[in-house]
């Protein structure tokens, strides 16, 4: 696997996350305080996304699935 994929699925990953956690925060009635939870987040998504890129880039490996006997999944397509 490249790391060019590699690192978009981070990014694509982290801006899911992001737009999530932008929309609870602004949403909710912690928008009052979001000078405080916006870099929270932030920080947040980034460590999230990278816990579930990890676990999402040996999907990405068509290697991955021959060792398993499987063609692909719902991730992988």
Same mark, same amino acid.
């Given at each position: 696997?490249?790391?060019?994929?590699?690192?978009?699925?981070?990014?694509?990953?982290?801006?899911?996350?992001?737009?999530?956690?932008?929309?609870?925060?602004? &949403?909710?009635?912690?928008?009052?305080?979001?000078?405080?939870?916006?870099?929270?987040?932030?920080?947040?998504?980034? &460590?999230?996304?990278?816990?579930?890129?990890?676990?999402?880039?040996?999907?990405?490996?068509?290697?991955?699935?021959?060792?398993?006997?499987?063609?692909?999944?719902?991730?992988?397509?």
């Amino acid at each position: 696997m490249s790391i060019r994929l590699q690192i978009t699925a981070m990014v694509m990953v982290q801006a899911i996350l992001f737009g999530a956690g932008t929309i609870a925060v602004l &949403l909710t009635p912690l928008r009052d305080q979001a000078f405080v939870y916006m870099p929270v987040m932030v920080v947040a998504t980034m &460590l999230i996304a990278a816990v579930i890129s990890w676990e999402i880039a040996p999907r990405l490996q068509a290697r991955y699935w021959h060792k398993r006997g499987v063609d692909h999944d719902i991730i992988s397509g």
